[in-house]
């Protein structure tokens, strides 16, 4: 069995980036909480602002819905003004946590050297990683997409041990993609999903790559959805303007059975 073959339990989460204060969270969580419940083929992840993050977790309790922060600080404490921990997302009931989103590395400049820190706190805070990584439309016409998520898995994950990988989600996300309505084809993510999982394979037991989820972001929505999701190394989805909307979403989940 190649590691692309075993059928991995499939993971949309959505990330809600910086919409829905904790009223309009709210009701977006009760409508995801009444279809959601009780379901149990996909694992769902809501990542709302921080803000709003204790009234989603309640409203969510007991739903199956987990709830992901969207960043998070590498110390847990300290004079960091502005600044949220892992283990303060933990005390709140957040269980994942997205890490190196394009638009912080981008736009808040986090560096791949501060990505491995944010991956290491997200462990030690027992936060399950979303690893965001992906190249620009620059980086991909000339020729070095490899080359960049190659990058930035050795330098967010190599010095992570086959024990601690397996709570790592992957995420590639092309910059070019998020947004901006311009989906990868199927057959482009693909490709990069099963580089990501050989770069994997290379360095780890095959029970780390075989294991592992990588979720393909940018301009997912309910009528791209099956396509991607129907190829063999493309475990589920992270969603940004489609999770925004009740129904936009649940297609999506759906899409994922
Ligand atoms: P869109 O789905 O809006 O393209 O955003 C993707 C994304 O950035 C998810 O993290």
Redesign the pocket.
């Known amino acids: 069995m190649t590691p692309s073959e075993s059928r991995r339990r499939p993971f949309i989460?959505g990330?809600w980036?910086m919409y829905k204060g904790p009223a309009e969270a709210d009701a977006l969580a009760e409508a995801l909480k009444r279809t959601l419940t009780g379901q149990a083929q996909v694992d769902v992840a809501v990542?709302p602002p921080f803000l709003s993050i204790p009234t989603v977790v309640a409203r969510l309790r007991h739903s199956g819905v987990h709830v992901a922060g969207q960043n998070l600080h590498p110390e847990p404490s300290g004079a960091f003004t502005g600044e949220i921990s892992g283990e303060m997302l933990r005390q709140v009931g957040v269980t994942y946590c997205?890490v190196g989103?394009?638009?912080r590395r981008a736009l808040f400049g986090d560096t791949d050297s501060f990505v491995e820190k944010k991956v290491h706190a997200c462990l030690r805070a027992g936060l399950l990683p979303i690893l965001?990584v992906g190249e620009t439309l620059d980086e991909r016409e000339a020729g070095q997409a490899d080359a960049v998520v190659s990058r930035q898995l050795a330098a967010a994950l190599g010095k992570l041990s086959s024990d601690q990988l397996p709570s790592v989600t992957i995420?590639y996300?092309p910059v070019w993609?998020?947004?901006?309505?311009r989906?990868a084809t199927p057959a482009q993510a693909q490709e990069m999903h099963a580089t990501i999982r050989g770069w994997l394979a290379e360095r780890y037991p095959a029970f780390v790559p075989r294991g592992m989820r990588i979720l393909y972001?940018?301009?997912?929505?309910g009528s791209n959805a099956a396509g991607l999701l129907s190829q063999p190394d493309i475990d589920g989805a992270?969603?940004?303007?489609?999770?925004l909307v009740a129904e936009d979403f649940l297609a999506i989940v759906a899409a994922a059975k």
Do not use: P, Q
Request: hydrophobic share 40%; glycine share 22%.
């Open positions: 989460a990330n980036k990542a997205i989103h394009s638009e965001c995420a996300e993609a998020i947004g901006t309505g989906v972001g940018g301009s997912v929505k992270l969603v940004g303007g489609a999770s």
